[in-house]
Structures are given as structure tokens and as C-alpha cells.
Nanobody, 127 residues
Framework: VQLVESGGGLVQPGGSLRLSCAAS????????IVWVRQAPGKEREGVSC????????YYADSVKGRFTISRDNAKDTVYLQMNSLKPEDTAVYYC?????????????????????WGQGTQVTVSS
């Protein structure tokens, strides 16, 4: 059972990246998926999540209006489109799977409920 993130890299301020989170050896159909980031010296922050059927989403205030989460259950993959990136978005980004009925502030930030984690992908926003 594995989650694998990809798509990170170095981008200039104002640029865009799309992260992917793919499941291996299990299906994402029954899980909400959360994107969590951790910047150096800071706590992990749940930035966005999406319910298992894609009908509900959650965004932290820090990314609202700039990030968009989506999923393709046929491919067992979740995406995070990140636009208008800022230096403060620099972090390691992880995806995690949580058995939640919908995506809201509680399920998307209660990390003790997360069952599976990926290994993370580095996003660096710098000129």
C-alpha cells in the first residue's frame, strides 16, 4: 500500500505547478485525500483535501483562490494545481488518505486520522 507524490520542483514566484498523488496496491475510492505541507521549522499544515467522490473540497485560507484540488478515481490519482505561487508556499508536500465521509476542516486537518502517507515532494518557490 503506497501513495506516491510527483510534480514538485523549483518555480519562480507567480508560477504554477501541478502535483499528483497516485495510489499503489489499493484504491482511493473510499478515502478522502489530503495535501499536507511542511516548511522548514514549521508544523505540518493541511492545505487542501477532497472527498472520496470529489463532491466536497476544503482549502486552507493560505491557499484559497490559488490552489485547486481534483481527483480521477479511474486512475486512483489526486491532483493539486498550484497557481500564483509565493515563496511562503515553499515546503515538502505530502498526500495522505483519510477514511472520511466528506472534506471539511475537521477531517482535513486531524492528522491522527490519516491512514496512509506518501513520501513527499519538494516545492521551492524562489527567484
Amino acid at each position: 500500500v503506497q501513495l506516491v507524490e510527483s510534480g514538485g520542483g523549483l518555480v519562480q514566484p507567480g508560477g504554477s505547478l501541478r502535483l499528483s498523488c497516485a495510489a499503489s496496491a489499493f484504491t482511493l475510492d473510499y478515502y478522502a485525500i489530503v495535501w499536507v505541507r511542511q516548511a522548514p521549522g514549521k508544523e505540518r499544515e493541511g492545505v487542501s483535501c477532497i472527498s472520496n467522490n470529489g463532491e466536497t473540497t476544503y482549502y486552507a485560507d493560505s491557499v484559497k483562490g490559488r490552489f485547486t484540488i481534483s481527483r480521477d478515481n479511474a486512475k486512483d490519482t489526486v491532483y493539486l494545481q498550484m497557481n500564483s505561487l509565493k515563496p511562503e508556499d515553499t515546503a515538502v508536500y505530502y498526500c495522505a488518505a483519510v477514511p472520511a465521509p466528506y472534506a471539511d476542516n475537521y477531517y482535513c486537518t486531524s492528522m491522527d486520522l490519516f491512514e496512509y502517507w506518501g513520501q513527499g515532494t519538494q516545492v521551492t518557490v524562489s527567484s
